[in-house]
């Protein structure tokens, strides 16, 4: 059975898109330290990635039958990393906005993106409570940098260790292939 080898474009757009703003609002939140004058950039690129993911996957249920199966065999060690890797960077692009939309709003403030907005207050201030979501919120931010970390040394496992050059299969403007591939769950 002939499978689609690359992700449908729209994935492939968000999945880039989303790697930039997410690699970029991490070195801007680190940066927090010593420039606060970076905080509402680092606020309202955080609600456009709440964004972003919420629109991801929804997507990602919208094309779910034409995601290319993975290369990893099914129910081998590096397929439940793999899927285990996918879902942790799914829970941490959600749970991240929403630690630091909290945390914005128990120290007393309103969470606007770049002035054109502001979403609602969802919690009381309290600055115990402030701290703790900073707190919640920069943990969740090392363990998705971690992540990030994982997911790229994966693609290059592939590369040098299986000869699998599976990047094509995310750039949005390559040329589609196909290709027999096995069947697997899809990711």
Same mark, same amino acid.
């Given at each position: ?12 757009? @968000?999945?880039?898109?989303? !790697?930039?703003? /997410?690699?970029?609002? %991490?070195? $801007?939140?680190?940066? +927090? ?46 397929? @439940?990393?793999?899927?285990? !890797?996918?879902? /942790?960077?799914?829970? %941490?692009? $959600?749970?991240?906005? +929403? ?89």
């Amino acid at each position: 059975m002939k499978h689609v080898s690359r992700y449908p474009l729209s994935i492939s757009l @968000l999945h880039w898109l989303l !790697a930039v703003a /997410l690699i970029g609002n %991490l070195i $801007i939140g680190w940066m +927090l330290d010593d420039r606060e004058d970076l905080l509402a950039l680092h606020k309202s690129i955080g609600i456009v990635i709440l964004g972003l993911v919420s629109v991801r996957v929804a997507n990602r249920l919208r094309v779910r039958r034409r995601l290319p199966p993975s290369t990893n065999p099914a129910g081998t060690p590096a397929y @439940l990393a793999e899927k285990t !890797a996918h879902h /942790l960077l799914y829970v %941490l692009m $959600i749970a991240i906005p +929403l630690l630091g939309w909290m945390k914005t709003n128990a120290a007393g403030h309103v969470a606007s993106c770049f002035g054109l907005f502001s979403l609602p207050t969802l919690l009381p201030k309290s600055h115990e409570l402030s701290h703790w979501l900073g707190e919640l919120h920069a943990l969740a931010a090392y363990g998705l940098a971690a992540l990030v970390g994982l997911h790229v040394l994966g693609a290059l496992a592939h590369r040098v260790l299986k000869s699998e050059n599976i990047l094509p299969r995310i750039l949005p403007f390559t040329r589609r292939v196909e290709q027999k591939m096995p069947t697997s769950d899809r990711g």
